[in-house]
């Protein structure tokens, strides 16, 4: 069965970490900082929303990737990807305004978790009540 739906989150999801990257890339070269932050507050949310990212979509991609893989419906994994892809927006958004609490920076971690643990309890489910299989 070839898989259509998780190729298109990890597609999207790469240009927005490209951007991200790209972000953090010209801010070191702008203020001539290596490594590290310097003293610059801009630079340190550039760099954890860019490590966030980095730390919280391949996870999130694999299960989307299982799940597809266990013929899940459609609907299912748009909206677990739609979820992922809108809490990373947010997330980034509320991140670049505010380096404290933000409603974008909630909102983002919420959807993302949200997408995580429905995602983990999806599969769990597949494991045990669908593919009947013990560990």
Request: hydrophobic share 55%; net charge positive; aromatic share 14%.
């Amino acid at each position: 069965m070839p898989l259509h739906i998780t190729p298109l989150y990890a597609a999207l999801l790469t240009f927005i970490y490209l951007f991200l990257s790209a972000r953090v890339i010209r801010l070191r070269r702008r203020h001539l900082i290596g490594l590290g932050y310097g003293e610059l507050d801009e630079l340190q949310r550039a760099v954890r929303i860019h490590g966030n990212f980095a730390e919280y979509v391949p996870l999130a991609l694999l299960l989307l990737f299982f799940l597809e893989w266990g013929h899940w419906e459609a609907w299912v994994l748009h909206g677990l990807g739609i979820l992922l892809l809108l809490g990373r927006l947010f997330h980034a958004y509320g991140l670049t305004l505010h380096s404290g609490k933000s409603h974008g920076r909630v909102l983002g971690m919420v959807c993302t978790f949200t997408m995580l643990i429905t995602s983990a309890a999806l599969c769990l489910y597949h494991v045990f009540f669908v593919a009947n299989r013990v560990l």
